[in-house]
Nanobody, 112 residues
């Protein structure tokens, strides 16, 4: 089992930026794949981004605006979010598919 703790959310105006962090309780060298999901009120949880084997993948709506990265020495995965839009408003959660673990989430609110 691994614990994941997200941080970095907040309230930002449209066009602004935020960087989310997710710290794992185990060495990142043991975790190949990390993902970010989000869940808006009344909507299903949706995949946002994945990093695995040095490669990244994004949902189409954030391609070119969001960047996922990781720092193995800090056991941390990041989500840099630029040019934020009101439709990006959601709780953002990190996920380890290997451990099937989720963080508690961090709220991102983008005002128009």
């Amino acid at each position: 089992q691994v614990q994941l703790v997200e941080s970095g959310g907040g309230l930002v105006q449209a066009g602004g930026s935020l960087r989310l962090s997710c710290v794992a309780s185990v060495s990142f060298f043991r975790i190949n794949t990390m993902t970010w999901y989000r869940q808006a009120p009344g909507k299903q949880r949706e995949f946002v981004a994945r990093i695995a084997n040095g490669e990244t993948e994004y949902i189409a709506s954030v391609q070119g605006r969001f960047t996922i990265s990781r720092d193995n020495a800090k056991n941390t995965v990041y989500l840099q979010m630029n040019r934020l839009k009101p439709e990006d408003t959601a709780v953002y959660l990190c996920h380890s598919p290997f451990y099937n673990s989720w963080g508690q989430g961090t709220q991102v609110t983008v005002s128009s």
